[in-house]
């Protein structure tokens, strides 16, 4: 089945610092989202990416479906304390009758004041 | 507040015992998704419905079943339960079915079973 590799697994920065975490697939995906999980919530939507080449800004955060249509990255500038939790990326494929998502395992980010 | 309630929010029980869990959709939408995620194994896909009917089938147990009712609420239930299913399960929903169609994710339910 797919699967997607999501990097870095963990990251410990400073707030103000930029952070990039990145996501590729074995195969490919019509749809990237990005999701951030809090402890003791759900995952909640970033940003979704419908077209290759796609380069997406929610606020601090900038996402990009890549060209091959198989992996994707998000960046958010400037961190601050609230950025902390859990980023997934997520890929969707379109045909059949199974539109599921497909999750990365997650990169989990803690911000120093 | 995502729209989608999740209920109970945790869940303690026995191995050999079976549990319900239930979700409630956003208003408007049709379409109800099961997550499980664990340490090991993260977030995997188990089972989706739209407007009362299965549509899709993910890394399902056979000893899990789900169904959607008329009004579009949705139950997971898991039975003959194993240490190994403790976990936290997540239901989302969307407007329909295709892609491009934003899921929305509750809370989740941790279960763990004893």
């Known amino acids: 089945g797919q699967q997607l590799n999501q990097s870095p697994q963990s990251m410990f920065i400073q707030e103000g610092e930029d952070v990039s975490m990145n996501c590729t697939s074995s195969?490919?995906?019509?749809?990237w989202l990005w999701y951030k999980q809090d402890p003791g919530e759900g995952p909640v939507l970033l940003i979704a990416?419908?077209?290759?080449?796609e380069l997406t800004s929610n606020g601090r955060l900038t996402a990009q479906f890549g060209i091959t249509r198989k992996d994707s990255f998000l960046n958010i500038s400037a961190s601050i304390p609230s950025d902390v939790g859990i980023y997934f990326c997520?890929?969707?494929?379109?045909?059949?009758?199974?539109?599921?998502?497909?999750f990365g395992k997650g990169t989990l980010l803690t911000v120093n004041p | 507040d995502s729209g989608v309630t999740q209920t109970p929010k945790h869940l303690i029980t026995a191995t050999g015992q079976r549990v319900t869990l239930r979700c409630s959709p956003r208003?408007?939408?049709?379409?109800v998704y099961w997550y499980q995620q664990s340490l090991d194994q993260g977030l995997q896909f188990l089972i989706q419905?739209?407007?009362?009917?299965?549509?899709a089938k993910g890394n399902i147990l056979e000893r899990f079943s789900a169904q959607q009712f008329p009004d579009l609420h949705s139950e997971l239930n898991l039975s003959s339960l194993e240490l190994g299913d403790s976990a936290l399960y997540f239901c989302?929903?969307?407007?329909?079915?295709?892609?491009?169609?934003?899921?929305?994710f509750g809370a989740g339910t941790r279960l763990s079973v004893l």
């Open positions: 989302a929903s969307s407007v329909g079915f295709l892609a491009g169609n934003i899921q929305y």
């Open positions: 195969s490919i995906f019509n749809t």
């Open positions: 990416l419908y077209k290759a080449g």
């Open positions: 997520a890929g969707q494929l379109t045909g059949g009758s199974n539109y599921k998502l497909t």
């Open positions: 208003s408007g939408d049709l379409s």
């Open positions: 419905y739209y407007n009362g009917e299965e549509r």
